[in-house]
């Protein structure tokens, strides 16, 4: 399978050539194309995890990964951290960050910002990505204890929590947004750890872009995209989830406040409008 984009006479930008197997199709693509812009996202240099089956690890070579890096003309990345790796393999030196973006023209605010209802705490993710949310069982039984709200799950999974009034919704791209914008917190809970150093903290800039304060383990990009307090929180320990969302839970002015401003931060830095032209400058100097 070719996961791919073709620009022009031989130049391709791409994810991946062949999602399982040896890097024998990479290095066909490579003998075949003029240019090749590799983007990827993860820190796919440690291999896959979450519940990813053991065969289809072990049929996703990391061969595959390091040849792409290292003989593409260019590498886009996810974060800072895995461009920095990125450089050093690269047989060009030629690797850039440009972070995930957002269309603010599809997703848009519409949070009331009052407590006339329950508080909705959302978070959303794949199956690979639940044991993420898992992380935050204990902080939400405790919370639970202190304040009433509601948890809202949106994904590709069912999912089973006694101690919580919980809603799960599949996942669709139809619904995505209106589900999306059902959420009053975002909640972003992240191990620390070396693969997570390689992700974008695109379900922060989800929460950003609908105008809810995201609440992130701070670890990784987390803290190039939040400035804590401002427009969005950050936080390290069990103690802080808690707390941090208590506030923001009592706090309907502080949500409007911090979302706001969240808002902002997406649409100057990292909207589709705003990151364009980073993939622009990329294929206009690689390609000529």
């Known amino acids: 399978m070719l996961m791919t984009v073709p620009l022009y006479d031989g130049v391709y930008v791409f994810m991946y050539v062949s999602p399982v197997g040896t890097s024998l199709p990479e290095r066909i693509l490579r003998l075949l ?31 595959k990964f390091e040849f792409l890096i290292r003989k593409s003309d260019h590498v886009i990345t996810s974060s800072p951290f895995l461009n920095d790796d990125c450089l050093k393999l690269n047989e ?16 848009t605010v519409t949070n009331s910002y009052d407590n006339t209802d329950k508080v909705v705490i959302g978070w959303t993710g794949t199956f690979s990505s639940r044991v993420y949310l898992d992380l935050l069982r204990n902080v939400l039984i405790e ?8 948890l809202l799950v949106i994904g590709n999974f069912d999912y089973e929590f006694p101690e919580m009034d919980l809603e799960v919704i599949q996942w669709t791209s139809e619904h995505e947004v209106r589900d999306l914008q059902r959420m009053d ?11 997570v150093l390689g992700k974008s903290g695109l379900k922060a800039i989800q929460y950003m872009t609908i105008g ?16 804590n307090g401002k427009n969005g929180c950050l936080v390290t320990t069990e103690a802080d989830w808690v707390e941090t969302l208590k506030t923001l839970i009592d706090n309907p002015d502080l949500r409007r406040q911090i979302g706001t401003a969240a808002r902002e931060t997406i649409i100057h830095n990292y909207s589709k409008d705003a990151i364009g032209h980073q993939y622009l400058n990329i294929l206009n100097t690689t390609i000529h």
């Open 143 to 150: 919370l639970k204890k202190q304040r009433d709200f509601k």
């Open 185 to 195: 917190i975002g909640v972003y809970p992240l191990p620390i750890d070396n693969w």
């Open 33 to 63: 194309a003029k240019k090749i812009i590799y983007d990827i996202e993860d820190n796919v240099m440690l291999g896959q995890k979450g519940n990813v089956h053991f065969f289809k690890r072990l049929l996703r070579a990391k061969s």
């Open 92 to 107: 060009h030196h030629a690797s850039t960050y440009i972070s995930s973006s957002m269309d603010t023209r599809r997703f």
């Open 212 to 227: 809810i304060p995201a609440v992130a383990t701070e670890v990784g990009t987390t803290p190039l995209l939040i400035s």
